[in-house]
C-alpha cells in the first residue's frame, strides 16, 4: 500500500501549497489535563503556529538542566558520535541529538506532564519522541539557521505524512533579541513552501550544519511575511515554546557575549508514524532524526530541584 503524498515537495518549482490537514489543534476545547493550555492559549497557538510560554521550568530546575547539559558536552560519550553536529565553520558543537538517550535528567524530562500534557492535547492523541536535540549557540560565535519548516523535512526525508507533529523547547538561556533568539513567521504553519530541488543523497551529513535544500526562496519568504508579519521568541531560563511543525522559522548569528542554548523534544503523533518509504529522499534519515521506535510517551509527574 503506498500513503498518498499530500505535501508534494523537492520537485523542480517552488510552489505555495495550502495546508491538507484540516486543523492545527486537533482537540479545542477545555484540556482534561491538568498541564494542558487555556482555551485563550490554544487560540494562540491555532492562530499563529507557536506560543511562548514563560516560567514552566523554575530557575533552579534549569541550573540543575545546564549542568547536565555541561556534563555531557564535556563527556566522551559524544566523542565520534554522529549525534554530536559541528557548527559549520569551526570545530565548535552546534547540537548534540538524542540528549535524552545520553542522560537520565533528559529521558525524565522528554516526559514531564508540563510539556507532554501539552503536547498531547494539541495532538488530541498519545504521541512519541521523533527526535530530540540541544542547540547550542555559544557567545560570539554561534551560527545562524536559516528559514525553514522543520515539517517540509520530516515529510521529505522521514516519510511522516501529515502535519501533526510539533517541538517543545526549553530555553536553558535567556533568549533575547541579541543572542540569535528563534524568528518565526506568524500564520506561516496555514501554508506549505513545496521547496525546489531534489534531495541530495545523505543529505542530512550537510544540512544539519547549513541546510541548503528544503528553503524556502526569497520571493516565498516575502510573501509569507506580508502575510504573517514576523515575530521572535524571547524568554528567561525556563521559558517553554511550542512550535507547530510547519511554522517558517529560522535564527540569526549569536553575535553577543550571552549563550543561547535551547533543549527540544519533537512530539509526533502515533496517529501519524512514516509512510513505507520518505517521500522526496531515497533513505529514511538515521533514527537519532528520525526514530521509528514510536512507543507513546507517558506522563511523568516531575520536580527536579
Ligand atoms: O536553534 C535555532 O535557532 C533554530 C533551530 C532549528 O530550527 C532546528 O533545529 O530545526
Ligand atoms: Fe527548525
Not at 43 to 61: K, L, R
Not at 187 to 206: D, E, N
Not at 276 to 300: C, I, M, N, Y
Request: neutral net charge; glycine residues 6%.
Amino acid at each position: 500500500m503506498t500513503t498518498e503524498d499530500l505535501y508534494p515537495t523537492r520537485g523542480a518549482h517552488e510552489r505555495i501549497l495550502e495546508r491538507v490537514d484540516p486543523v492545527v489543534v486537533y482537540r479545542h476545547g477545555p484540556s482534561t489535563d491538568r498541564h494542558g493550555l487555556t482555551p485563550q492559549q490554544l487560540d494562540f497557538y491555532a492562530n499563529n503556529g507557536f506560543i511562548v510560554i514563560p516560567g514552566v521550568f523554575s530557575q533552579e530546575e534549569v541550573a540543575l538542566f545546564v549542568k547536565e547539559y555541561e556534563q555531557l558536552a564535556a563527556s566522551n560519550a559524544l566523542r565520534g558520535k554522529d549525534e554530536l553536529v559541528l557548527e559549520p565553520d569551526s570545530e565548535q558543537p552546534r547540537s548534540i541529538f538524542s540528549p535524552h538517550r545520553f542522560s537520565e535528567v533528559f529521558q525524565r524530562l522528554s516526559k514531564d506532564q508540563r510539556i507532554l500534557d501539552k503536547a498531547t492535547q494539541i495532538l488530541d492523541s498519545p504521541v512519541y519522541i521523533h527526535h530530540a536535540r540541544i542547540n547550542i549557540k555559544r557567545a560570539l560565535s554561534g551560527r545562524s539557521f536559516p528559514w525553514h519548516s522543520d515539517f517540509e523535512t520530516w515529510h521529505a526525508e522521514d516519510g511522516l505524512p501529515r502535519c501533526r507533529v510539533l517541538s517543545a523547547w526549553v530555553m536553558l538561556h535567556e533568549n533575547n533579541e541579541f543572542n540569535g533568539p528563534l524568528c518565526l513567521i506568524p500564520g506561516s504553519h496555514k501554508l506549505f513552501v513545496s521547496c525546489a530541488g531534489a534531495t541530495p543523497k545523505a543529505h542530512h551529513k550537510a544540512s544539519l550544519r547549513k541546510q541548503e535544500y528544503g528553503v524556502p526562496s526569497p520571493d516565498a519568504l516575502r510573501e509569507l511575511v506580508e502575510k504573517g508579519g514576523l515575530a521572535s521568541a524571547h524568554g528567561p531560563r525556563g521559558t517553554l515554546i511550542l512550535h507547530e511543525g510547519n511554522t517558517m522559522h529560522g535564527s540569526a548569528d549569536n553575535i553577543s557575549p550571552t549563550p543561547r542554548t535551547n533543549l527540544f523534544f519533537v512530539y509526533n503523533s502515533v496517529l501519524n508514524t512514516p509512510a513505507k518509504k520518505p517521500f522526496a529522499a531515497e533513505e529514511f534519515r538515521p533514527q537519532f532524526l528520525g526514530s521509528r521506535d514510536f512507543t507513546p510517551v507517558h506522563a511523568v509527574a516531575n520536580r527536579f530541584a
